[in-house]
Protein backbone atom coordinates (compact mmCIF):
# COMPACT_ATOMS: atom_id res chain seq x y z
CA UNK A 1 0.00 0.00 0.00
CA UNK A 2 1.11 3.75 -0.95
CA UNK A 3 1.93 6.10 2.00
CA UNK A 4 3.74 8.57 3.01
CA UNK A 5 4.63 8.99 6.66
CA UNK A 6 5.78 12.57 8.30
CA UNK A 7 7.87 13.23 11.09
CA UNK A 8 10.66 15.89 12.25
CA UNK A 9 7.83 18.04 13.91
CA UNK A 10 7.82 19.87 17.18
CA UNK A 11 8.49 23.37 19.30
CA UNK A 12 10.96 25.30 17.89
CA UNK A 13 11.10 29.18 18.83
CA UNK A 14 10.21 31.99 16.40
CA UNK A 15 13.36 32.35 14.04
CA UNK A 16 14.42 28.91 14.34
CA UNK A 17 14.60 26.38 11.46
CA UNK A 18 13.41 22.75 11.42
CA UNK A 19 13.72 19.95 9.00
CA UNK A 20 10.29 18.09 8.07
CA UNK A 21 11.23 14.73 6.26
CA UNK A 22 9.02 12.50 4.44
CA UNK A 23 9.15 8.52 3.69
CA UNK A 24 6.97 7.66 0.88
CA UNK A 25 6.44 4.12 -0.55
CA UNK A 26 5.86 2.89 -3.79
CA UNK A 27 8.13 0.95 -6.43
CA UNK A 28 7.89 4.13 -8.96
CA UNK A 29 8.27 7.53 -6.17
CA UNK A 30 10.39 9.29 -8.45
CA UNK A 31 7.74 9.61 -11.06
CA UNK A 32 5.49 11.53 -9.34
CA UNK A 33 5.02 15.27 -8.16
CA UNK A 34 5.71 15.60 -4.20
CA UNK A 35 3.95 18.53 -2.19
CA UNK A 36 3.73 19.78 1.51
CA UNK A 37 0.55 21.27 2.65
CA UNK A 38 -0.29 22.76 6.04
CA UNK A 39 -3.43 23.24 8.48
CA UNK A 40 -3.61 24.97 11.57
CA UNK A 41 -6.05 25.59 13.77
CA UNK A 42 -9.27 26.81 12.83
CA UNK A 43 -8.28 27.22 9.16
CA UNK A 44 -8.75 25.61 6.03
CA UNK A 45 -5.43 23.50 4.49
CA UNK A 46 -2.97 25.26 2.55
CA UNK A 47 -0.86 24.63 0.25
CA UNK A 48 3.16 25.16 0.59
CA UNK A 49 5.49 23.83 -2.22
CA UNK A 50 5.80 21.23 -4.40
CA UNK A 51 8.88 19.47 -6.26
CA UNK A 52 8.88 17.37 -9.78
CA UNK A 53 11.74 15.74 -10.68
CA UNK A 54 14.37 17.58 -8.68
CA UNK A 55 14.66 21.39 -7.39
CA UNK A 56 15.02 22.36 -10.91
CA UNK A 57 11.04 22.31 -10.67
CA UNK A 58 9.59 23.31 -7.66
CA UNK A 59 6.70 25.97 -6.59
CA UNK A 60 6.18 27.82 -3.57
CA UNK A 61 3.42 29.30 -2.22
CA UNK A 62 4.67 33.18 -1.88
CA UNK A 63 4.66 33.46 1.94
CA UNK A 64 7.12 30.81 2.81
CA UNK A 65 9.73 31.89 -0.75
CA UNK A 66 13.31 32.28 0.67
CA UNK A 67 12.45 30.69 3.98
CA UNK A 68 11.43 27.04 3.33
CA UNK A 69 13.52 24.90 0.77
CA UNK A 70 11.73 21.52 -0.24
CA UNK A 71 14.05 18.56 -1.75
CA UNK A 72 13.61 14.78 -2.39
CA UNK A 73 16.02 11.76 -2.10
CA UNK A 74 14.68 9.33 -4.85
CA UNK A 75 17.18 6.45 -3.90
CA UNK A 76 15.45 6.95 0.08
CA UNK A 77 12.31 7.67 -1.00
CA UNK A 78 11.99 10.72 0.62
CA UNK A 79 11.03 14.09 0.30
CA UNK A 80 12.11 16.84 2.92
CA UNK A 81 10.87 20.44 3.72
CA UNK A 82 13.27 22.84 4.89
CA UNK A 83 11.89 25.68 7.49
CA UNK A 84 14.45 28.40 8.00
CA UNK A 85 13.19 31.55 10.08
CA UNK A 86 10.23 30.48 11.11
CA UNK A 87 7.44 32.49 12.13
CA UNK A 88 4.16 32.09 14.74
CA UNK A 89 2.04 31.93 11.95
CA UNK A 90 3.38 29.08 10.45
CA UNK A 91 2.15 26.84 13.48
CA UNK A 92 0.61 24.21 11.59
CA UNK A 93 0.33 20.04 11.08
CA UNK A 94 2.16 19.66 7.89
CA UNK A 95 1.25 16.89 5.56
CA UNK A 96 3.31 14.87 2.95
CA UNK A 97 1.12 14.11 0.05
CA UNK A 98 2.11 12.31 -3.29
CA UNK A 99 0.83 14.08 -6.90
CA UNK A 100 -0.03 12.55 -10.16
CA UNK A 101 3.28 11.29 -12.37
CA UNK A 102 5.02 14.30 -13.11
CA UNK A 103 5.09 15.48 -16.94
CA UNK A 104 7.37 18.62 -16.37
CA UNK A 105 4.02 20.59 -16.03
CA UNK A 106 3.58 23.06 -13.32
CA UNK A 107 3.15 22.14 -10.32
CA UNK A 108 -0.44 22.27 -8.77
CA UNK A 109 -0.87 24.06 -5.51
CA UNK A 110 -4.43 22.82 -5.82
CA UNK A 111 -5.22 20.04 -2.98
CA UNK A 112 -7.36 17.90 -5.24
CA UNK A 113 -4.22 16.92 -7.47
CA UNK A 114 -2.72 15.34 -4.83
CA UNK A 115 -3.67 11.76 -4.01
CA UNK A 116 -1.44 10.39 -0.94
CA UNK A 117 -1.61 11.98 2.42
CA UNK A 118 0.20 11.40 5.46
CA UNK A 119 -1.19 11.90 8.66
CA UNK A 120 0.95 15.43 9.12
CA UNK A 121 3.41 16.06 11.69
CA UNK A 122 2.34 19.28 14.10
CA UNK A 123 4.69 22.20 14.25
CA UNK A 124 4.44 24.69 17.25
CA UNK A 125 5.95 27.90 17.68
CA UNK A 126 7.12 29.86 20.83
CA UNK A 127 7.98 33.29 21.35
Known amino acids: QVQSVESGGGLVQAGGSLRLPCAASGRTFSRYAMGWFRQASGKEREFVAA????????YYTDSVKGRFTISRDDAKKAVYLQMNSLAPEYAAVYCCTRGGLYSGAPLSQRASEYFIWGQGTPVTLSS
Open 51 to 58: IGWDERST
